[in-house]
Protein backbone atom coordinates (compact mmCIF):
# COMPACT_ATOMS: atom_id res chain seq x y z
CA UNK A 1 0.00 0.00 0.00
CA UNK A 2 2.70 2.26 0.84
CA UNK A 3 4.68 1.84 -2.42
CA UNK A 4 1.22 2.34 -4.33
CA UNK A 5 1.30 5.66 -2.50
CA UNK A 6 4.80 6.80 -3.24
CA UNK A 7 4.42 5.81 -6.90
CA UNK A 8 1.22 7.81 -7.23
CA UNK A 9 2.45 10.73 -5.51
CA UNK A 10 5.79 10.63 -8.29
CA UNK A 11 3.29 10.56 -10.77
CA UNK A 12 1.94 13.60 -9.67
CA UNK A 13 4.91 15.83 -9.14
CA UNK A 14 5.99 14.52 -12.39
CA UNK A 15 2.80 15.53 -14.35
CA UNK A 16 2.72 19.26 -12.12
CA UNK A 17 6.35 19.72 -13.41
CA UNK A 18 5.25 18.72 -16.98
CA UNK A 19 2.45 21.38 -16.65
CA UNK A 20 4.61 24.03 -15.68
CA UNK A 21 7.52 23.15 -17.79
CA UNK A 22 5.19 23.39 -20.98
CA UNK A 23 3.56 26.48 -19.46
CA UNK A 24 6.46 28.68 -18.86
CA UNK A 25 7.50 27.46 -22.48
CA UNK A 26 4.20 28.55 -24.13
CA UNK A 27 3.50 32.11 -22.17
CA UNK A 28 6.92 32.86 -23.42
CA UNK A 29 6.42 31.70 -27.02
CA UNK A 30 3.09 34.15 -26.84
CA UNK A 31 5.39 36.59 -25.39
CA UNK A 32 3.54 37.13 -22.17
CA UNK A 33 6.72 37.24 -19.61
CA UNK A 34 5.27 38.59 -16.90
CA UNK A 35 3.11 34.57 -16.82
CA UNK A 36 5.99 33.00 -17.78
CA UNK A 37 8.25 34.28 -15.22
CA UNK A 38 6.24 33.33 -12.89
CA UNK A 39 6.53 29.40 -14.19
CA UNK A 40 10.21 30.11 -14.97
CA UNK A 41 11.23 31.00 -10.97
CA UNK A 42 9.21 27.97 -9.71
CA UNK A 43 10.86 25.31 -12.48
CA UNK A 44 14.50 27.02 -11.33
CA UNK A 45 13.89 26.84 -7.94
CA UNK A 46 12.92 22.69 -8.11
CA UNK A 47 15.74 22.20 -10.73
CA UNK A 48 18.77 24.52 -9.88
CA UNK A 49 21.29 22.50 -12.26
CA UNK A 50 18.65 23.23 -15.64
CA UNK A 51 20.66 25.86 -17.40
CA UNK A 52 17.84 25.84 -19.74
CA UNK A 53 15.13 27.30 -17.17
CA UNK A 54 18.04 29.50 -15.73
CA UNK A 55 18.43 30.67 -18.85
CA UNK A 56 14.40 31.10 -19.55
CA UNK A 57 14.12 32.68 -16.73
CA UNK A 58 17.16 35.56 -17.41
CA UNK A 59 15.42 36.15 -20.81
CA UNK A 60 12.16 36.65 -18.76
CA UNK A 61 13.91 39.30 -16.75
CA UNK A 62 15.12 41.04 -19.63
CA UNK A 63 12.30 41.17 -21.63
CA UNK A 64 10.96 42.67 -18.84
CA UNK A 65 13.63 45.34 -18.45
CA UNK A 66 14.21 43.73 -15.05
CA UNK A 67 17.95 44.39 -15.49
CA UNK A 68 19.09 43.98 -11.69
CA UNK A 69 16.87 40.55 -11.07
CA UNK A 70 18.87 39.16 -14.00
CA UNK A 71 22.33 40.53 -12.86
CA UNK A 72 21.95 39.30 -9.43
CA UNK A 73 20.11 36.28 -10.25
CA UNK A 74 23.56 34.97 -13.07
CA UNK A 75 26.17 36.78 -10.06
CA UNK A 76 24.77 34.31 -8.01
CA UNK A 77 24.97 31.09 -10.00
CA UNK A 78 28.91 32.55 -11.06
CA UNK A 79 29.41 32.62 -7.22
CA UNK A 80 28.61 29.07 -6.59
CA UNK A 81 31.52 27.78 -8.73
CA UNK A 82 32.03 25.81 -11.60
CA UNK A 83 29.35 27.83 -13.50
CA UNK A 84 28.74 26.96 -16.87
CA UNK A 85 30.78 29.14 -18.80
CA UNK A 86 27.92 30.68 -21.03
CA UNK A 87 26.64 32.41 -17.88
CA UNK A 88 29.21 35.01 -18.38
CA UNK A 89 27.86 35.37 -21.78
CA UNK A 90 24.01 35.94 -20.70
CA UNK A 91 25.62 38.56 -17.75
CA UNK A 92 27.57 40.39 -20.10
CA UNK A 93 24.74 40.81 -22.57
CA UNK A 94 22.53 41.91 -19.85
CA UNK A 95 25.00 44.96 -18.85
CA UNK A 96 25.19 45.13 -22.94
CA UNK A 97 21.35 45.79 -22.84
CA UNK A 98 21.83 48.31 -20.08
CA UNK A 99 24.42 50.23 -22.79
CA UNK A 100 27.15 49.05 -19.82
CA UNK A 101 29.95 48.15 -22.79
CA UNK A 102 32.84 48.05 -20.51
CA UNK A 103 31.32 45.84 -18.09
CA UNK A 104 29.82 43.69 -20.96
CA UNK A 105 33.06 43.28 -22.37
CA UNK A 106 34.37 42.37 -19.00
CA UNK A 107 31.96 39.30 -19.12
CA UNK A 108 32.89 38.18 -22.73
CA UNK A 109 36.35 38.02 -21.56
CA UNK A 110 36.10 36.01 -19.12
CA UNK A 111 34.04 33.47 -21.21
CA UNK A 112 37.01 33.68 -23.58
CA UNK A 113 39.33 32.52 -20.98
CA UNK A 114 37.76 29.44 -19.67
CA UNK A 115 38.63 28.54 -22.76
CA UNK A 116 42.28 28.00 -21.12
CA UNK A 117 41.21 26.07 -18.75
CA UNK A 118 38.81 23.62 -20.91
CA UNK A 119 39.36 23.90 -24.57
CA UNK A 120 36.07 21.26 -25.10
CA UNK A 121 33.86 24.69 -23.80
CA UNK A 122 34.92 26.60 -26.98
CA UNK A 123 31.72 25.19 -29.19
CA UNK A 124 29.12 26.37 -26.13
CA UNK A 125 30.88 29.57 -25.92
CA UNK A 126 31.31 30.29 -29.21
CA UNK A 127 27.50 29.03 -30.16
CA UNK A 128 26.61 31.40 -27.74
CA UNK A 129 28.30 34.20 -28.79
CA UNK A 130 26.94 33.61 -32.26
CA UNK A 131 23.40 33.97 -30.53
CA UNK A 132 23.71 37.26 -29.34
CA UNK A 133 25.54 38.19 -32.29
CA UNK A 134 28.78 38.85 -31.29
CA UNK A 135 31.07 37.17 -34.26
CA UNK A 136 34.35 38.64 -33.54
CA UNK A 137 34.05 37.01 -29.89
CA UNK A 138 32.78 33.78 -31.84
CA UNK A 139 35.26 33.32 -34.00
CA UNK A 140 37.74 33.88 -31.21
CA UNK A 141 36.14 31.41 -29.58
CA UNK A 142 36.49 28.79 -32.21
CA UNK A 143 40.04 29.69 -33.23
CA UNK A 144 41.24 29.82 -29.41
CA UNK A 145 39.65 25.84 -28.84
CA UNK A 146 41.28 24.08 -32.14
CA UNK A 147 44.62 26.15 -31.22
CA UNK A 148 44.60 24.70 -27.99
CA UNK A 149 42.94 20.98 -28.73
CA UNK A 150 44.12 20.07 -32.64
CA UNK A 151 41.08 17.37 -32.76
CA UNK A 152 38.72 19.76 -32.18
CA UNK A 153 37.34 21.10 -35.81
CA UNK A 154 35.00 24.23 -35.49
CA UNK A 155 35.93 25.62 -39.24
CA UNK A 156 32.21 25.17 -40.23
CA UNK A 157 30.89 27.65 -37.65
CA UNK A 158 33.68 29.79 -38.76
CA UNK A 159 32.84 29.10 -42.35
CA UNK A 160 29.21 30.79 -41.19
CA UNK A 161 30.03 33.84 -39.50
CA UNK A 162 32.35 34.85 -41.88
CA UNK A 163 29.24 35.02 -44.76
CA UNK A 164 27.20 36.53 -41.54
CA UNK A 165 30.31 39.27 -41.49
CA UNK A 166 29.58 39.62 -45.02
CA UNK A 167 33.16 38.90 -45.35
CA UNK A 168 31.92 36.49 -49.01
CA UNK A 169 35.06 35.39 -50.35
CA UNK A 170 36.80 34.08 -47.25
CA UNK A 171 33.24 32.35 -46.02
CA UNK A 172 33.63 30.57 -50.27
CA UNK A 173 37.11 29.31 -49.51
CA UNK A 174 36.56 28.61 -45.83
CA UNK A 175 33.66 25.94 -46.82
CA UNK A 176 35.23 24.95 -50.37
CA UNK A 177 38.45 23.87 -47.83
CA UNK A 178 36.12 21.53 -46.02
CA UNK A 179 34.91 19.91 -48.89
CA UNK A 180 38.33 19.29 -50.72
CA UNK A 181 39.44 17.97 -47.03
CA UNK A 182 36.89 15.89 -46.91
CA UNK A 183 35.80 17.44 -43.51
CA UNK A 184 32.42 18.12 -44.30
CA UNK A 185 29.92 16.71 -46.90
CA UNK A 186 29.01 18.69 -50.18
CA UNK A 187 25.61 19.09 -49.40
CA UNK A 188 25.93 20.49 -46.34
CA UNK A 189 28.30 23.26 -47.77
CA UNK A 190 25.95 23.73 -51.00
CA UNK A 191 22.94 24.07 -48.70
CA UNK A 192 25.13 27.08 -47.29
CA UNK A 193 26.24 28.56 -50.74
CA UNK A 194 22.31 28.59 -51.29
CA UNK A 195 22.10 31.50 -49.12
CA UNK A 196 24.24 33.70 -51.31
CA UNK A 197 23.76 32.02 -54.97
CA UNK A 198 20.95 33.74 -57.52
CA UNK A 199 19.67 32.39 -60.50
CA UNK A 200 21.54 35.44 -61.97
CA UNK A 201 25.27 34.67 -63.31
CA UNK A 202 25.67 38.68 -63.27
CA UNK A 203 25.06 38.43 -59.61
CA UNK A 204 28.19 40.10 -57.69
CA UNK A 205 28.27 36.65 -55.11
CA UNK A 206 27.73 34.29 -58.36
CA UNK A 207 30.79 36.02 -60.45
CA UNK A 208 33.16 35.36 -56.66
CA UNK A 209 32.29 32.12 -56.19
CA UNK A 210 33.05 31.17 -60.09
CA UNK A 211 36.19 32.69 -60.01
CA UNK A 212 37.17 31.14 -57.03
CA UNK A 213 36.16 27.97 -58.13
CA UNK A 214 38.40 28.24 -61.55
CA UNK A 215 41.16 29.47 -59.60
CA UNK A 216 41.29 25.99 -57.49
CA UNK A 217 40.22 24.07 -60.51
CA UNK A 218 43.49 25.21 -62.88
CA UNK A 219 45.69 24.77 -59.52
CA UNK A 220 45.01 21.19 -58.07
CA UNK A 221 43.04 18.64 -60.27
CA UNK A 222 40.26 17.21 -57.85
CA UNK A 223 37.11 16.25 -58.96
CA UNK A 224 35.29 18.58 -56.54
CA UNK A 225 35.93 21.55 -58.85
CA UNK A 226 34.21 20.20 -61.23
CA UNK A 227 31.18 19.32 -59.56
CA UNK A 228 30.99 22.80 -57.32
CA UNK A 229 30.95 24.56 -60.81
CA UNK A 230 28.25 22.23 -62.11
CA UNK A 231 26.29 22.91 -59.47
CA UNK A 232 27.16 26.83 -59.75
CA UNK A 233 26.06 27.06 -63.73
CA UNK A 234 23.04 24.75 -62.99
CA UNK A 235 21.28 27.78 -60.17
CA UNK A 236 22.36 30.12 -63.23
CA UNK A 237 20.21 27.51 -65.52
CA UNK A 238 23.29 27.45 -67.76
CA UNK A 239 22.29 23.78 -68.26
CA UNK A 240 25.17 23.71 -71.06
CA UNK A 241 27.95 25.08 -69.03
CA UNK A 242 27.01 22.29 -66.79
CA UNK A 243 26.84 19.93 -68.99
CA UNK A 244 30.08 20.14 -70.12
CA UNK A 245 31.30 20.17 -66.41
CA UNK A 246 29.87 17.00 -66.13
CA UNK A 247 31.35 15.20 -69.18
CA UNK A 248 34.72 15.95 -67.65
CA UNK A 249 33.69 14.60 -64.02
CA UNK A 250 32.18 10.67 -66.41
CA UNK A 251 35.41 10.67 -68.19
CA UNK A 252 37.84 11.20 -65.04
CA UNK A 253 35.80 8.35 -63.18
CA UNK A 254 36.16 6.59 -66.33
CA UNK A 255 32.67 6.43 -67.17
CA UNK A 256 31.76 4.32 -64.24
CA UNK A 257 28.21 6.21 -63.57
CA UNK A 258 26.04 8.20 -65.21
CA UNK A 259 23.83 9.17 -62.65
CA UNK A 260 24.85 13.13 -62.74
CA UNK A 261 24.07 13.43 -66.18
CA UNK A 262 20.82 11.60 -65.85
CA UNK A 263 20.00 13.75 -62.89
CA UNK A 264 20.96 16.72 -65.49
CA UNK A 265 19.26 15.81 -68.31
CA UNK A 266 16.01 15.56 -66.28
CA UNK A 267 16.88 19.07 -64.48
CA UNK A 268 16.77 20.80 -67.60
CA UNK A 269 13.73 18.99 -69.28
CA UNK A 270 11.64 19.94 -66.49
CA UNK A 271 12.98 23.81 -66.95
CA UNK A 272 12.21 23.72 -70.85
CA UNK A 273 16.03 23.69 -71.67
CA UNK A 274 14.98 20.89 -74.12
CA UNK A 275 18.32 21.17 -76.55
CA UNK A 276 20.97 20.83 -73.90
CA UNK A 277 18.75 17.53 -72.30
CA UNK A 278 18.96 15.97 -75.70
CA UNK A 279 22.68 15.87 -75.66
CA UNK A 280 22.54 14.87 -71.83
CA UNK A 281 20.53 12.15 -72.75
CA UNK A 282 22.20 11.18 -76.57
CA UNK A 283 25.42 11.06 -74.49
CA UNK A 284 24.46 8.67 -71.99
CA UNK A 285 23.00 6.72 -74.69
CA UNK A 286 26.33 6.47 -76.54
CA UNK A 287 28.41 6.29 -73.63
CA UNK A 288 26.61 3.61 -71.26
CA UNK A 289 27.19 0.18 -71.27
CA UNK A 290 24.12 -0.72 -69.09
CA UNK A 291 21.10 -1.40 -70.60
CA UNK A 292 18.57 -0.20 -67.94
CA UNK A 293 20.25 3.52 -68.12
CA UNK A 294 20.57 3.39 -71.72
CA UNK A 295 16.98 2.58 -72.56
CA UNK A 296 15.95 5.35 -69.56
CA UNK A 297 18.06 7.91 -71.73
CA UNK A 298 15.90 7.23 -75.05
CA UNK A 299 12.82 7.26 -73.62
CA UNK A 300 13.48 11.04 -72.50
CA UNK A 301 14.98 11.22 -75.72
CA UNK A 302 11.59 9.96 -77.29
CA UNK A 303 9.52 12.63 -74.42
CA UNK A 304 11.28 15.55 -75.96
CA UNK A 305 11.06 14.54 -79.45
CA UNK A 306 6.61 14.22 -78.55
CA UNK A 307 6.91 17.82 -77.23
CA UNK A 308 5.97 18.71 -80.64
CA UNK A 309 3.85 16.36 -81.92
CA UNK A 310 2.59 15.86 -85.43
CA UNK A 311 1.55 12.82 -87.36
CA UNK A 312 5.17 12.62 -88.56
CA UNK A 313 6.82 12.54 -85.14
CA UNK A 314 4.39 9.98 -84.43
CA UNK A 315 5.52 7.74 -87.35
CA UNK A 316 8.92 8.25 -85.64
CA UNK A 317 8.19 7.86 -82.20
CA UNK A 318 6.45 4.55 -83.20
CA UNK A 319 9.01 3.58 -84.97
CA UNK A 320 11.12 3.62 -82.17
CA UNK A 321 9.07 2.07 -79.75
CA UNK A 322 8.76 -0.79 -81.88
CA UNK A 323 12.67 -0.80 -82.42
CA UNK A 324 12.70 -1.21 -78.56
CA UNK A 325 10.37 -3.78 -77.60
CA UNK A 326 12.15 -5.90 -80.39
CA UNK A 327 15.39 -5.14 -78.63
CA UNK A 328 14.45 -5.91 -74.90
CA UNK A 329 10.85 -7.66 -75.30
CA UNK A 330 8.93 -8.45 -72.30
CA UNK A 331 10.99 -8.38 -68.67
CA UNK A 332 10.19 -7.62 -65.45
CA UNK A 333 13.70 -4.90 -65.82
CA UNK A 334 12.32 -3.00 -68.77
CA UNK A 335 8.31 -2.02 -67.24
CA UNK A 336 9.10 1.36 -68.41
CA UNK A 337 9.18 1.02 -71.57
CA UNK A 338 5.81 -1.32 -71.57
CA UNK A 339 4.15 1.45 -70.18
CA UNK A 340 5.47 4.32 -71.84
CA UNK A 341 4.61 2.73 -75.28
CA UNK A 342 1.47 1.78 -74.03
CA UNK A 343 0.98 5.72 -72.99
CA UNK A 344 2.06 6.21 -76.12
CA UNK A 345 -0.60 4.60 -78.01
CA UNK A 346 -3.34 5.54 -75.82
CA UNK A 347 -2.91 9.12 -75.16
CA UNK A 348 -0.94 10.65 -78.04
CA UNK A 349 -2.30 8.07 -80.72
CA UNK A 350 -5.95 7.46 -79.18
CA UNK A 351 -5.22 3.02 -79.89
CA UNK A 352 -5.63 1.99 -76.37
CA UNK A 353 -6.88 -1.64 -77.48
CA UNK A 354 -3.03 -2.67 -78.34
CA UNK A 355 -1.87 -0.78 -75.25
CA UNK A 356 -4.18 -2.79 -72.95
CA UNK A 357 -3.06 -5.62 -74.59
CA UNK A 358 0.81 -4.98 -73.92
CA UNK A 359 -0.23 -4.11 -70.06
CA UNK A 360 -2.06 -7.59 -69.71
CA UNK A 361 0.84 -9.52 -71.16
CA UNK A 362 3.11 -7.33 -68.49
CA UNK A 363 1.01 -8.71 -65.72
CA UNK A 364 2.08 -12.22 -66.36
CA UNK A 365 5.52 -11.41 -65.97
CA UNK A 366 7.27 -12.34 -62.57
CA UNK A 367 7.17 -8.79 -60.76
CA UNK A 368 7.26 -7.89 -57.10
CA UNK A 369 4.03 -5.93 -55.22
CA UNK A 370 5.42 -2.64 -56.40
CA UNK A 371 6.12 -3.78 -59.77
CA UNK A 372 2.93 -4.70 -59.91
CA UNK A 373 1.20 -1.79 -58.80
CA UNK A 374 2.93 0.03 -61.26
CA UNK A 375 1.06 -2.18 -64.53
CA UNK A 376 -1.94 -2.05 -63.21
CA UNK A 377 -2.36 1.65 -61.96
CA UNK A 378 -1.07 2.50 -66.26
CA UNK A 379 -3.67 -0.31 -67.20
CA UNK A 380 -6.19 1.29 -64.97
CA UNK A 381 -5.58 5.04 -66.66
CA UNK A 382 -6.29 2.94 -69.84
CA UNK A 383 -9.14 1.86 -68.97
CA UNK A 384 -10.50 5.23 -67.99
CA UNK A 385 -9.40 6.81 -71.29
CA UNK A 386 -11.32 3.97 -73.27
CA UNK A 387 -14.11 4.45 -70.90
CA UNK A 388 -13.76 0.91 -69.26
CA UNK A 389 -14.55 2.27 -65.63
CA UNK A 390 -15.75 -1.27 -64.26
CA UNK A 391 -12.49 -2.70 -65.32
CA UNK A 392 -10.09 -0.18 -64.50
CA UNK A 393 -11.70 0.38 -60.72
CA UNK A 394 -11.12 -3.41 -60.32
CA UNK A 395 -7.12 -2.66 -60.69
CA UNK A 396 -7.24 0.42 -58.77
CA UNK A 397 -8.67 -1.43 -56.30
CA UNK A 398 -6.68 -4.30 -56.21
CA UNK A 399 -3.71 -1.74 -55.88
CA UNK A 400 -5.22 -0.25 -52.72
CA UNK A 401 -5.43 -3.57 -50.88
CA UNK A 402 -2.34 -4.66 -51.84
CA UNK A 403 -0.74 -1.54 -50.81
CA UNK A 404 -2.62 -0.06 -48.35
CA UNK A 405 -0.06 2.47 -46.44
CA UNK A 406 1.95 2.87 -49.29
CA UNK A 407 1.97 5.91 -51.52
CA UNK A 408 0.78 4.06 -54.59
CA UNK A 409 -2.18 2.96 -52.67
CA UNK A 410 -2.90 6.14 -51.81
CA UNK A 411 -2.81 7.11 -55.34
CA UNK A 412 -5.14 4.13 -56.54
CA UNK A 413 -7.53 5.63 -54.08
CA UNK A 414 -7.41 8.51 -55.78
CA UNK A 415 -8.11 7.14 -59.40
CA UNK A 416 -10.82 4.73 -57.65
CA UNK A 417 -12.67 8.15 -56.76
CA UNK A 418 -11.80 10.10 -59.59
CA UNK A 419 -12.96 7.34 -61.97
CA UNK A 420 -16.33 7.29 -60.32
CA UNK A 421 -16.42 10.61 -60.53
CA UNK A 422 -16.22 10.15 -64.37
CA UNK A 423 -18.16 7.25 -64.17
CA UNK A 424 -21.27 9.59 -62.08
CA UNK A 425 -21.19 7.41 -59.03
CA UNK A 426 -20.49 10.49 -56.58
CA UNK A 427 -21.06 9.20 -53.39
CA UNK A 428 -19.20 6.47 -53.94
CA UNK A 429 -16.35 9.24 -55.27
CA UNK A 430 -16.65 11.14 -52.24
CA UNK A 431 -16.62 8.22 -49.82
CA UNK A 432 -12.84 7.84 -50.92
CA UNK A 433 -11.90 11.38 -51.14
CA UNK A 434 -13.00 11.74 -47.16
CA UNK A 435 -9.94 9.46 -46.27
CA UNK A 436 -7.74 11.27 -48.39
CA UNK A 437 -8.01 14.09 -46.94
CA UNK A 438 -6.08 13.45 -44.03
CA UNK A 439 -3.58 11.56 -46.84
CA UNK A 440 0.63 11.92 -46.17
CA UNK A 441 1.03 13.15 -49.53
CA UNK A 442 0.23 17.02 -49.43
CA UNK A 443 -1.07 16.93 -53.35
CA UNK A 444 -3.09 13.93 -53.03
CA UNK A 445 -4.81 15.35 -50.08
CA UNK A 446 -5.03 19.00 -52.50
CA UNK A 447 -6.46 17.07 -54.92
CA UNK A 448 -8.83 15.19 -52.59
CA UNK A 449 -9.90 18.21 -51.30
CA UNK A 450 -10.72 19.82 -54.47
CA UNK A 451 -12.48 17.27 -56.10
CA UNK A 452 -14.35 16.69 -52.56
CA UNK A 453 -15.58 20.16 -52.48
CA UNK A 454 -16.80 20.09 -55.96
CA UNK A 455 -18.83 16.70 -56.12
CA UNK A 456 -20.49 17.79 -52.30
CA UNK A 457 -20.99 21.83 -53.32
CA UNK A 458 -22.77 21.11 -56.03
CA UNK A 459 -24.75 18.39 -54.35
CA UNK A 460 -26.19 20.35 -52.20
CA UNK A 461 -27.08 23.37 -54.42
CA UNK A 462 -28.57 20.85 -57.44
CA UNK A 463 -30.18 17.80 -56.17
CA UNK A 464 -30.55 16.24 -59.89
CA UNK A 465 -26.63 17.01 -60.42
CA UNK A 466 -27.20 17.67 -63.74
CA UNK A 467 -23.94 21.05 -63.92
CA UNK A 468 -21.48 18.06 -61.99
CA UNK A 469 -22.30 15.29 -64.37
CA UNK A 470 -21.41 17.83 -67.94
CA UNK A 471 -18.75 19.16 -65.65
CA UNK A 472 -17.79 15.31 -65.21
CA UNK A 473 -17.83 14.83 -68.87
CA UNK A 474 -15.68 17.53 -69.94
CA UNK A 475 -13.37 16.91 -67.09
CA UNK A 476 -12.72 12.89 -68.75
CA UNK A 477 -12.93 14.73 -71.83
CA UNK A 478 -9.73 16.49 -71.19
CA UNK A 479 -8.28 13.36 -69.73
CA UNK A 480 -8.75 11.99 -73.29
CA UNK A 481 -6.57 15.12 -74.64
CA UNK A 482 -10.13 15.95 -76.32
CA UNK A 483 -9.61 19.41 -75.60
CA UNK A 484 -11.53 21.29 -78.05
CA UNK A 485 -14.52 19.01 -77.19
CA UNK A 486 -13.76 19.59 -73.55
CA UNK A 487 -13.52 23.41 -73.78
CA UNK A 488 -17.08 23.48 -75.65
CA UNK A 489 -19.10 21.27 -72.61
CA UNK A 490 -17.46 23.88 -70.65
CA UNK A 491 -18.83 26.54 -72.27
CA UNK A 492 -22.02 24.83 -72.24
CA UNK A 493 -22.12 24.76 -68.11
CA UNK A 494 -21.17 28.60 -68.13
CA UNK A 495 -24.23 29.30 -69.96
CA UNK A 496 -26.45 27.73 -69.12
CA UNK A 497 -25.49 27.61 -65.41
CA UNK A 498 -24.34 30.93 -64.56
CA UNK A 499 -24.09 31.79 -60.91
CA UNK A 500 -24.30 28.17 -60.14
CA UNK A 501 -21.53 27.14 -57.91
CA UNK A 502 -19.94 24.93 -60.28
CA UNK A 503 -19.06 28.37 -62.62
CA UNK A 504 -15.71 28.73 -61.02
CA UNK A 505 -14.69 25.15 -61.55
CA UNK A 506 -15.88 25.70 -64.83
CA UNK A 507 -13.75 29.25 -65.29
CA UNK A 508 -10.57 27.82 -63.52
CA UNK A 509 -10.88 23.95 -65.60
CA UNK A 510 -11.45 25.98 -69.67
CA UNK A 511 -8.66 28.48 -68.56
CA UNK A 512 -6.22 25.25 -67.88
CA UNK A 513 -6.87 24.00 -71.29
CA UNK A 514 -7.32 27.50 -73.10
CA UNK A 515 -3.36 27.55 -72.02
CA UNK A 516 -2.57 24.40 -73.10
CA UNK A 517 -4.31 25.09 -76.71
CA UNK A 518 -1.93 28.56 -76.59
CA UNK A 519 -5.42 30.60 -76.30
CA UNK A 520 -3.50 32.93 -72.96
CA UNK A 521 -5.36 35.61 -73.49
CA UNK A 522 -8.49 33.54 -72.90
CA UNK A 523 -7.45 31.89 -69.81
CA UNK A 524 -6.30 35.17 -68.44
CA UNK A 525 -9.78 36.44 -68.70
CA UNK A 526 -11.20 32.97 -67.24
CA UNK A 527 -8.65 33.54 -64.34
CA UNK A 528 -9.33 37.38 -63.94
CA UNK A 529 -12.90 36.70 -64.01
CA UNK A 530 -13.01 34.16 -60.60
CA UNK A 531 -10.61 36.78 -58.99
CA UNK A 532 -13.16 39.38 -59.40
CA UNK A 533 -16.65 37.39 -58.94
CA UNK A 534 -15.70 34.70 -56.36
CA UNK A 535 -12.35 36.31 -54.45
CA UNK A 536 -14.11 34.49 -51.13
CA UNK A 537 -14.17 31.00 -52.95
CA UNK A 538 -12.23 27.78 -52.41
CA UNK A 539 -10.91 28.82 -56.32
CA UNK A 540 -9.47 31.77 -55.63
CA UNK A 541 -5.71 31.30 -55.18
CA UNK A 542 -6.19 28.83 -57.83
CA UNK A 543 -6.84 31.47 -59.99
CA UNK A 544 -3.91 33.90 -58.54
CA UNK A 545 -1.18 31.19 -58.91
CA UNK A 546 -2.10 30.42 -62.15
CA UNK A 547 -2.84 34.12 -63.46
CA UNK A 548 0.70 34.68 -61.62
CA UNK A 549 2.41 31.84 -63.91
CA UNK A 550 0.83 32.91 -66.98
CA UNK A 551 2.21 36.62 -66.62
CA UNK A 552 5.21 35.09 -65.38
CA UNK A 553 6.46 32.19 -67.71
CA UNK A 554 4.37 33.27 -70.84
CA UNK A 555 2.99 36.62 -71.12
CA UNK A 556 6.22 38.25 -69.80
CA UNK A 557 4.71 40.58 -67.19
CA UNK A 558 7.37 40.02 -64.04
CA UNK A 559 5.57 42.89 -62.08
CA UNK A 560 1.76 41.39 -62.79
CA UNK A 561 2.72 38.09 -61.70
CA UNK A 562 4.21 39.36 -58.52
CA UNK A 563 1.02 41.06 -57.92
CA UNK A 564 -0.79 37.81 -58.14
CA UNK A 565 1.88 36.11 -55.93
CA UNK A 566 1.83 38.78 -53.21
CA UNK A 567 -2.05 38.43 -52.79
CA UNK A 568 -1.53 34.65 -51.93
CA UNK A 569 1.06 35.19 -49.77
CA UNK A 570 -1.55 38.08 -47.50
CA UNK A 571 -4.70 36.54 -48.66
CA UNK A 572 -4.41 33.01 -48.51
CA UNK A 573 -1.75 31.23 -46.15
CA UNK A 574 -3.41 28.19 -45.85
CA UNK A 575 -3.25 27.69 -49.66
CA UNK A 576 -1.31 24.87 -51.29
CA UNK A 577 0.41 27.22 -53.18
CA UNK A 578 1.87 29.08 -50.94
CA UNK A 579 5.09 27.90 -50.50
CA UNK A 580 5.57 28.22 -54.18
CA UNK A 581 4.32 31.52 -54.28
CA UNK A 582 6.16 33.38 -51.51
CA UNK A 583 9.63 31.38 -53.78
CA UNK A 584 8.11 32.66 -56.71
CA UNK A 585 7.32 36.35 -55.01
CA UNK A 586 10.63 36.58 -53.58
CA UNK A 587 13.13 35.43 -56.71
CA UNK A 588 11.19 38.26 -58.58
CA UNK A 589 12.03 40.71 -56.01
CA UNK A 590 15.33 39.32 -56.30
CA UNK A 591 15.89 38.29 -53.16
CA UNK A 592 18.16 35.38 -52.89
CA UNK A 593 16.26 31.79 -52.34
CA UNK A 594 17.20 28.62 -50.43
Known amino acids: MRLHFILLLFLIVQTTFA ?46 ERYVDAETFLAEKISLGNAYPTFYIEQGYNYALQDLPEKAKEQYDQAISIIDKNPNYGYGIGFRFQKYALLEYALKAYSKAMELNPKLDYNFQMARIYGEQGDIDKMYRSYIKLIIDEKSSMSNVLRNFDDFVTPDPENENNIRLKAILLEGAQKTPNLKWNELLSWLFVQQKQYGSAFRQEKAIFRRMDGSSTYRLKTLGELALEDSATSVAQEVFEFIVENTNDEVTKLNAQLNLIDILLLEPGKKTFTEVQSQYDELMSIHGYKSQTLQLQIAYANFLTFKKDDPEPAIAILKKSLSLPLNKRGTAFVKSALGDILVFDKKFNEALIYFSQIQKSLKNDMLGQDARFKVAQTSFYKGDFDWALTQLKVLRSSTSQLIANDAMQLSLLISDNSLEDSTQTALKKYARADLLAYQNKTKEAIAELDGILQNHKGEKIEDEALLKQGELLESTEDYEAAKFNYQKIIEFYANGILADDAHFALGELYRKVLNEPEKAKAQYEKIIYNYQDSYFFPQARQQFRRLRGDAIN
Open 19 to 64: QEDFLAKQYFADGDYDKAVVFFEKLVEQNPRRTDYAEGLVACYQQL
